[in-house]
């Protein structure tokens, strides 16, 4: 049986909503709720070797109806939701198999991939009641229950939450690696979430007590040695800041401009300004750190609504602060904050990227 590849689409983004931030996941996908990436899967080997010894039937269900077993039980629209918010795909291999007693027993090897690396892994069985016509439980309601275990697996164990994932392939641990202050100014520290894609790292929001609609937020990403364009080659240990990053800088600065501007183009808006790209030189402790910066204002019949990002990079990551302030106030800001980031190291999954 041809393993089938996952469709669906994940959008894990920040977005400017009227270029005011806001922290937004979003999934994106082709698939209605039923549609699950669940498949059917080879056996594996030692299961296919009872097979070959035994009376077996291998692949009983397809993916459309281990799919919908899944969609039909109760209670597992957040399963259904979590599994299309990533791209995640589960394939289940299944079959029945007479032991030696003359017991048949229904197997399932249940193996949950992101991006077709293995997450996680599980295998369940049930015997299958052979006698007794009047008295058997059909076939698809034991699968139901061993795919209702499986759930209750997945739940208890956050198998689809970001950590996991960042956990299996050696990505950087945010969790307990990234140091942010609890306070900037009279913002605090009010939540922080990962992204399911190591690549976009993690996000932290700032809240003011005095004013709601006030935002600051900090996001930390490894670089992406696909923005290089093959131009700059790392050989650094990443213990310094090395200065031939600082072109990376640039290129991501200017993803950001350009986005910024396809927002306020798409949302129709005339009257704004948007600075050009520009450096933001700051000392802490006696030594001078260097970033980029630049402000978006929209011309509202009121007060402007601003949009002013600054960038850095601390080992082999960016440092991105983006509040909805004005620049000036927005300098004080980072002034008071970047000296109190220490970011992760380099990832193996990273140093992986980099050198393949």
Same mark, same amino acid.
């Given at each position: 049986?041809?393993?089938?590849?996952?469709?669906?689409?994940?959008?894990?983004?920040?977005?400017?909503?009227?270029?005011?931030?806001?922290?937004?996941?979003?999934?994106?996908?082709?698939q209605?709720?039923?549609?699950?990436p669940?498949?059917?899967?080879?056996?594996?080997?030692?299961?296919?070797k009872q097979?070959?010894?035994?009376?077996?039937?291998?692949?009983?269900?397809?993916?459309?109806?281990?799919?919908?077993?899944?969609?039909?039980?109760?209670?597992?629209?957040?399963?259904?939701?979590?599994?299309?918010?990533?791209?995640?795909?589960?394939l289940?291999?299944?079959?029945?198999?007479?032991?030696?007693?003359?017991?048949?027993?229904?197997?399932?090897?249940?193996?949950?991939?992101?991006?077709?690396?293995?997450?996680?892994?599980?295998?369940?069985?049930?015997?299958?009641?052979?006698?007794?016509?009047?008295?058997?439980?059909?076939?698809?309601?034991?699968?139901?229950?061993?795919?209702?275990?499986?759930?209750?697996?997945?739940?208890?164990?956050?198998?689809?939450?970001?950590?996991t994932?960042?956990?299996?392939?050696?990505?950087?641990?945010?969790?307990?690696?990234?140091?942010?202050?609890?306070?900037?100014?009279k913002?605090?520290?009010?939540?922080?979430?990962?992204?399911?894609?190591?690549?976009?790292?993690?996000?932290?929001?700032?809240?003011?007590?005095?004013?709601?609609?006030?935002i600051?937020?900090?996001?930390? /990403?490894?670089?992406?040695? !696909?923005?290089?364009? *093959?131009?700059?080659? &790392?050989?650094?240990?990443?213990? @310094? #800041?090395?200065?031939?990053?600082?072109d990376?800088?640039?290129?991501?600065?200017?993803?950001?401009?350009?986005?910024?501007?396809?927002?306020?183009?798409s949302?129709?808006?005339?009257?704004?300004?948007?600075?050009?790209?520009?450096?933001?030189?700051?000392?802490?402790?006696?030594?001078?750190?260097?970033?980029?910066?630049?402000?978006?204002?929209?011309?509202?019949?009121?007060?402007?609504?601003?949009?002013?990002?600054?960038?850095?990079?601390?080992?082999?990551?960016?440092?991105?602060?983006?509040?909805?302030?004005?620049? /000036?106030?927005?300098?004080? !800001?980072?002034?008071? *904050?970047?000296?109190? &980031?220490?970011?992760?190291?380099? @990832? #193996?999954?990273?140093?992986?990227?980099?050198?393949?």
């Amino acid at each position: 049986m041809r393993r089938r590849r996952i469709r669906i689409t994940h959008l894990v983004t920040m977005c400017l909503v009227v270029l005011v931030t806001s922290i937004s996941i979003v999934a994106s996908t082709s698939q209605s709720a039923n549609q699950l990436p669940i498949y059917a899967a080879y056996i594996s080997d030692s299961l296919q070797k009872q097979c070959d010894d035994s009376v077996c039937n291998s692949n009983i269900f397809d993916g459309n109806e281990l799919s919908d077993i899944v969609a039909s039980m109760p209670e597992t629209q957040p399963l259904i939701q979590n599994l299309n918010a990533s791209e995640y795909e589960v394939l289940i291999g299944n079959a029945t198999i007479q032991n030696n007693n003359q017991d048949t027993v229904l197997y399932l090897e249940i193996t949950t991939s992101w991006r077709n690396i293995p997450i996680d892994e599980l295998v369940l069985t049930a015997p299958i009641q052979t006698t007794q016509n009047s008295n058997k439980i059909p076939l698809q309601q034991i699968t139901a229950n061993l795919l209702n275990e499986w759930v209750f697996h997945i739940n208890k164990n956050d198998v689809l939450s970001a950590t996991t994932i960042y956990k299996a392939i050696g990505a950087s641990n945010y969790k307990e690696d990234l140091h942010l202050p609890d306070y900037i100014g009279k913002f605090k520290l009010s939540q922080s979430a990962l992204y399911h894609d190591p690549m976009k790292g993690a996000i932290t929001r700032y809240s003011h007590p005095d004013f709601a609609d006030a935002i600051f937020d900090i996001s930390v /990403y490894p670089f992406s040695p !696909l923005k290089q364009n *093959s131009l700059l080659k &790392i050989n650094d240990n990443f213990q @310094s #800041e090395p200065k031939h990053l600082s072109d990376l800088l640039w290129i991501e600065m200017g993803l950001e401009r350009e986005q910024a501007l396809k927002l306020i183009n798409s949302a129709e808006v005339s009257d704004f300004n948007i600075t050009n790209i520009n450096k933001a030189l700051f000392e802490v402790d006696g030594k001078n750190i260097e970033g980029l910066k630049f402000e978006v204002a929209l011309n509202a019949s009121s007060d402007p609504v601003y949009s002013t990002q600054f960038a850095f990079i601390q080992k082999d990551k960016i440092i991105k602060l983006i509040g909805n302030v004005p620049e /000036y106030m927005m300098t004080e !800001l980072v002034n008071q *904050s970047i000296g109190n &980031i220490e970011v992760p190291n380099e @990832s #193996e999954f990273m140093r992986f990227v980099r050198n393949n």
